[in-house]
């Protein structure tokens, strides 16, 4: 079992940066991907980010690159999330996820393990 926990979503205007954490306990990570996905009212889940807990090895949404950054501290066991140059179609509930598929999975439904979410609010 892995446990999730996020922080650090608030209230931003337009072209602000927030940086969300996520702090894991319960398992080593070393097998797995961590990533960040976000829910905005009325849609689905959508992929932002993940990353390979050994290697840092990363991958982002189209929508993201260049604005978010993830990356990990293995001595927190902990999983941030920078976002940059924020815009306010980035407004959602942003989850922190783990799985132990291999690779950089994108889809919601590879990650067994969730966060709690944190909101995420982009003002014009």
């Known amino acids: 079992q892995v446990r999730l926990v996020e922080s650090g979503g608030g209230l931003v205007q337009a072209g602000g940066s927030l940086r969300l954490s996520c702090a894991a306990s319960?398992?080593?990570?070393?097998?797995?991907?961590m990533g960040w996905f976000r829910q905005a009212p009325g849609k689905e889940r959508d992929f932002v980010t993940t990353?390979?807990?050994?290697?840092?090895?990363?991958v982002y949404a189209d929508s993201v690159k260049g604005r978010f950054t993830i990356s990990r501290d293995k001595a927190e066991n902990t999983v941030y999330l920078q976002m940059n140059s924020l815009k306010p179609e980035d407004t959602a509930v942003y989850y922190c996820?783990?799985?132990?598929?291999?690779?950089?999975?994108?889809?919601?439904?590879?990650?067994?393990?969730w966060g709690q979410g944190t909101q995420v609010t982009v003002s014009s």
């Open positions: 996820a783990a799985t132990d598929f291999g690779g950089l999975p994108r889809k919601p439904d590879y990650y067994a393990y």
């Open positions: 319960g398992r080593t990570l070393s097998s797995y991907a």
């Open positions: 990353i390979r807990w050994s290697s840092g090895t990363t």
